[in-house]
């Protein structure tokens, strides 16, 4: 195991490595931006070293900082966290090279899984059903259209580097595709530095369900089992669930499967999730891998008493993992709500400030991840995710009911700001969601009369 780790990332994620590292007796430096040198993550580190100003890109997205801080002070690993530099092949294959272990997927399997095209051809060649759709990047708008016509709309569009959400867009109508594409294209060179664009056809009512992935560098691979992330804006995910309700135990167990299948195909070691559409006839499709810790990895933690850093960190050092498939099991029902430090009345708009007030909940099988705290500042420069709420019950029932009394105790409270709060209790009553019949489309339900 390593001695010392230099955990490149901010917020709820950076303190939530900091301390499964504590528990592991491992070393942490820090590497932070001007703004967050008093950070909770900051305080609990051992050692601190700033490497830029507020702009992330001049700070957690300067990869030669990162590895210079991390030469300096005798680091023997890089722990990206989730964005930022989490999915970049070049920084993993710079960390390999300054002698540096990179903890996530090695360089060659971040950049095949990072290509959305290339993705697709590593799933259909192990067997996975694709989305129909342009086999590879368009390389004209004319192609491009001649796809969206050969599947019927509505399409969506894809950066081929695109992630988190990012880089898509639904065309419905033949007559804006092509002025729709190439402003897709032009977003996706402003967003990844990288043009390339493809189609595919637009499920409108699907469950997005995602399986998180463990594997090592000995060839073992295991599922951790479903989560369902169907509820989303602008397909970002604002709560996540497992098990997956109305997931019959046979299309569990096909997805799965197929899941391992691919990962093993790609040749994929660390955490990692592999993500899918339901669609109303039961039928999965493959869209993506995320090569990195996901948001969400806490509502699985809950449920199999494992730590999913933990697990990184262990493969990333060259160990094995520490449970196989047969010794995996999986208990009771989790949630987590993203609490994040927006206005739901205005689009979601991010809305910063100093919190004058902050009070998170607790009580029975309540888990609170956040770097939040009285007197902190929420800035514009990084993303407005302020905690995640997280819950587990014997069943989803109950597992509603705590987390709507967990959002109803959390008090959050600055200049300016507003909270995605209420809005989550809204979704927590909805009746679709609460007869678990909710799709993707259900929070554009809940704003479209608003």
């Given at each position: 195991?390593?001695?010392?780790?230099?955990?490149?990332?901010?917020?709820?994620?950076?303190?939530?490595?900091?301390?499964?590292?504590?528990?592991?007796?491992?070393?942490?430096?820090?590497?932070h931006?001007?703004?967050?040198?008093?950070?909770?993550?900051?305080?609990?580190?051992?050692?601190?070293?700033?490497?830029?100003?507020a702009?992330?890109?001049?700070?957690?997205?300067?990869?030669?900082?990162?590895?210079?801080?991390?030469?300096q002070?005798?680091?023997?690993?890089?722990?990206?966290?989730?964005?930022?530099?989490?999915?970049?092949?070049?920084?993993?294959?710079?960390?390999?090279?300054?002698?540096?272990?990179?903890?996530?997927?090695?360089?060659?399997?971040?950049?095949?899984?990072?290509?959305?095209?290339?993705?697709?051809?590593?799933?259909?060649?192990?067997?996975?059903?694709?989305?129909?759709?342009?086999?590879?990047?368009?390389?004209?708008?004319?192609?491009?259209?001649?796809?969206?016509?050969?599947?019927?709309?509505?399409?969506?569009?894809?950066?081929?580097?695109?992630?988190?959400?990012?880089?898509?867009?639904?065309?419905?109508?033949?007559?804006?595709?092509?002025?729709?594409?190439?402003?897709?294209?032009?977003?996706?060179?402003?967003?990844?530095?990288?043009?390339?664009?493809?189609?595919?056809?637009f499920?409108?009512?699907?469950r997005?369900?995602?399986?998180?992935?463990?594997?090592?560098?000995?060839?073992?691979?295991?599922?951790?089992?479903?989560?369902?992330?169907?509820?989303?804006?602008?397909?970002?995910?604002?709560?996540?669930?497992?098990?997956?309700?109305?997931?019959?135990?046979?299309?569990?167990?096909?997805?799965?499967?197929?899941?391992?299948?691919?990962?093993r195909?790609?040749?994929?070691?660390?955490?990692?999730?592999?993500?899918f559409?339901?669609?109303?006839?039961?039928?999965?499709?493959?869209?993506?891998?995320?090569?990195?810790?996901?948001?969400?990895?806490?509502?699985?933690?809950?449920?199999?008493?494992?730590?999913?850093?933990?697990?990184?960190?262990?493969?990333?050092?060259?160990?094995?993992?520490?449970?196989?498939?047969?010794?995996?099991?999986?208990?009771?029902?989790?949630?987590?709500?993203?609490?994040?430090?927006?206005?739901?009345?205005?689009?979601?708009l991010?809305?910063?400030?100093?919190?004058?007030?902050?009070?998170?909940?607790?009580?029975?099988?309540?888990?609170?991840?956040?770097?939040?705290?009285?007197?902190?500042?929420?800035?514009?420069?990084?993303?407005?995710?302020?905690?995640?709420?997280v819950?587990?019950?014997?069943?989803?029932?109950?597992?509603?009911?705590?987390?709507?009394?967990?959002?109803?105790?959390?008090?959050?409270?600055?200049?300016?700001?507003?909270?995605?709060?209420?809005?989550?209790?809204?979704?927590?009553?909805?009746?679709?969601?609460?007869?678990?019949?909710?799709?993707?489309?259900?929070?554009?339900?809940?704003?479209?009369?608003?």
């Open positions: 195991m390593f001695s010392c780790i230099l955990v490149a990332n901010r917020g709820e994620i950076a303190l939530r490595i900091v301390r499964t590292c504590r528990e592991l007796g491992i070393r942490t430096v820090l590497a931006s001007s703004v967050d040198r008093d950070s909770l993550a900051a305080q609990l580190a051992d050692e601190t070293v700033q490497i830029g100003p702009s992330a890109r001049k700070s957690y997205l300067n990869a030669s900082a990162i590895i210079q801080a991390a030469i002070t005798g680091a023997e690993a890089i722990h990206p966290g989730y964005g930022f530099l989490a999915e970049d092949a070049d920084f993993s294959e710079a960390c390999a090279l300054h002698g540096l272990a990179f903890v996530g997927p090695p360089a060659e399997v971040v950049a095949l899984l990072g290509d959305k095209t290339r993705a697709r051809e590593v799933a259909a060649a192990a067997g996975l059903p694709i989305i129909p759709g342009s086999p590879r990047e368009c390389g004209t708008t004319a192609e491009a259209e001649r796809v969206a016509g050969e599947i019927g709309y509505p399409v969506i569009t894809k950066a081929a580097s695109g992630g988190g959400g990012r880089g898509m867009t639904v065309v419905r109508d033949p007559r804006e595709f092509s002025r729709s594409y190439r402003e897709a294209r032009a977003a996706a060179k402003v967003l990844f530095g990288d043009s390339r664009t493809y189609v595919e056809k499920i409108e009512t699907a997005h369900i995602e399986i998180q992935i463990l594997a090592d560098g000995s060839g073992n691979v295991v599922h951790l089992g479903e989560r369902d992330c169907s509820v989303q804006r602008n397909r970002q995910k604002l709560v996540e669930e497992t098990p997956a309700p109305g997931l019959s135990d046979e299309l569990r167990a096909q997805i799965t499967t197929a899941a391992v299948a691919c990962a195909a790609a040749g994929y070691v660390g955490a990692g999730t592999f993500e559409l339901v669609d109303q006839d039961d039928n999965f499709y493959f869209i993506e891998a995320n090569c990195r810790i996901q948001v969400e990895h806490p509502v699985t933690e809950q449920v199999t008493g494992l730590d999913l850093v933990r697990e990184q960190l262990v493969v990333a050092a060259g160990g094995r993992l520490s449970v196989t498939q047969e010794e995996i099991r999986r208990t009771g029902a989790a949630i987590e709500c993203r609490v994040n430090a927006e206005d739901p009345e205005r689009g979601f991010p809305t910063p400030g100093v919190l004058s007030e902050f009070q998170p909940p607790a009580g029975p099988f309540t888990r609170v991840d956040t770097h939040g705290r009285v007197g902190m500042r929420i800035t514009k420069d990084y993303d407005s995710l302020l905690a995640k709420v819950v587990w019950a014997q069943d989803r029932h109950q597992a509603i009911a705590r987390m709507e009394r967990a959002l109803g105790e959390f008090r959050v409270c600055g200049n300016g700001m507003h909270t995605t709060i209420g809005f989550l209790r809204e979704v927590l009553c909805h009746p679709i969601f609460l007869d678990a019949k909710h799709t993707t489309s259900l929070v554009d339900q809940m704003i479209s009369p608003r």
